[in-house]
């Protein structure tokens, strides 16, 4: 094979390569029904403010619906209280990531949807353990870690957005191997996800949340 035909089947096979890594996320994230939402805050939000800015949108002190949540808001809301609380505590603030939310998002729906919580899914193979979600996502080969919530909201005394994300946050900085994670100064970047379970017990509504903190070049 020529030099110059081997360039061309080398691009050709790269263009496959992240064309089938493009599609093996997106099969994972079609799965959640909240992800699909179009919403401000689904993206540009974590480009247009900081954790300041952001506590001062009056979308951030709506009540929530369980039943009729925003789904990104209630993310963007956890991206922001962890860094009021990473700069509070003296952490430098992270950035956003992409490929951390969706990692996140796609743990947490799998935690809700089969009922189980762990750090490890032993349902679905390419999506077992962190590091392989966030291959999957679109980061290999990064240093991370990862938080796993289980807690609920009153139903007759319901939080807003932020008041939820701080109960999360507040729940992740009272066990010390949360903690570390959390407060670590080796990562640089975070999502986070969060999924309320269909239907609540009782008065209470339960959801699960999935934090992804990695260091990233």
């Known amino acids: ?3 110059i035909d081997m360039k061309i089947f080398l691009a050709v096979w790269c263009l496959m390569f992240i064309t089938a890594a493009q599609t093996n996320v997106g099969q994972w994230l079609r799965l959640i029904p909240g992800y699909q939402q179009e919403s401000y805050f689904k993206e540009r939000v974590y480009l247009e403010h900081t954790w300041n800015s ?3 949108l009056k979308a951030a002190h709506e009540t929530i619906d369980p039943q009729h949540y925003v789904y990104h808001l209630l993310n963007s809301a956890l991206f922001f209280a962890t860094n009021k609380w990473r700069v509070r505590n003296r952490f430098p603030a992270l ?3 992409r490929a951390l939310r969706d990692a996140a998002a796609i743990h947490t729906h799998q935690m ?5 919580f762990s750090h490890v899914n032993n349902l ?3 999506i077992s353990h962190p590091h392989k979600r966030l291959a999957v996502a ?8 990862e938080n796993c919530d289980y807690t609920y909201i009153d139903l007759q005394k319901p939080p807003t957005y932020m008041q939820l994300a701080e109960k999360i946050i507040s729940d992740f900085q009272r066990s010390t191997g949360h903690r570390r994670t959390m407060s670590s100064t080796v990562f640089t970047h975070l999502g986070i996800a969060a999924e309320f379970e269909s239907l609540p017990k009782g008065s209470y509504h339960y959801l699960k949340v999935t934090q992804c903190l990695a260091t990233v070049e």
């Open 112 to 116: 809700v949807q089969y009922n189980f």
């Open 124 to 126: 679905h193979e390419p």
């Open 54 to 56: 952001f506590i001062e």
């Open 138 to 145: 679109g980061l290999p080969d990064v240093r991370m870690g």
């Open 1 to 3: 094979m020529r030099f």
């Open 95 to 97: 950035a956003y990531h």
